[in-house]
């Protein structure tokens, strides 16, 4: 699987297939020369960057439990390729197996993660907080102050969860049925992406996205 995100100043950052250990990532300039090579783990279930120069990378469960760098399941690096920060869960609070559904926003990256599935908010501060979810496995997420919108999840792929946090709980306010603009069933969608309030999903084409958001 490969990955490509944006960054600040005209450059893009791309992580490609390697053996674990691999120079995998590189960054790119604007007039599309390499600028950095970097080491990024193995089985990199999402790649994510923000307006904050900042770049998040999520796992699963192939690296977390064979590449050191993967290990922690969520990493935070600066958009030269170095590592900042990953993540610990509190004593007690199971370790992340595999990501499932992320959402970045600037100085933030919410995830939700096998085996327990709790909303993981982890800031660029250095605070992390963890809330119970009745949502179990969803495919992607929005997220706006106190309101989370999931997709997915419960083995209902279509179906969309209306949330509100609490300090230590998602609390369910809403369930519905998400169609296509048209009314027509949502049978099949790529990969949801999660960028802050905004959720989108692409279908059966490739040029053809759908935008929703809390």
Known sequence: MTHL?????????????????????????????????????????????????????????????????????????????????GYRPPEGIEYIDTVYAFNVDDGVAWANYYPTFPLLEARTNGEIRLRKSPVVAPAGMAVHGEQVIMLGGCRQPDRLHRCRMTEQEVLLVEEACLTLPNGAPLRGYARPVGRGRHLYLRGASPRQWYVMGV
Do not use: C, K
């Open 5 to 85: 995100d944006a960054l600040p100043n005209d450059r893009f950052v791309l992580q490609g297939h390697g053996a674990a250990g691999d120079q995998n990532t590189q960054i790119y300039g604007r007039d599309g020369r390499r600028r950095r090579s970097f080491v990024m783990g193995h089985a990199v279930e999402y790649l994510m960057a923000d307006r904050r120069h900042h770049v998040w990378s999520a796992y699963f469960d192939e690296g977390v439990y064979s590449d050191p760098i993967s290990a922690d399941g969520l990493v935070r690096w600066d958009s030269g390729g170095n590592r900042q920060w």
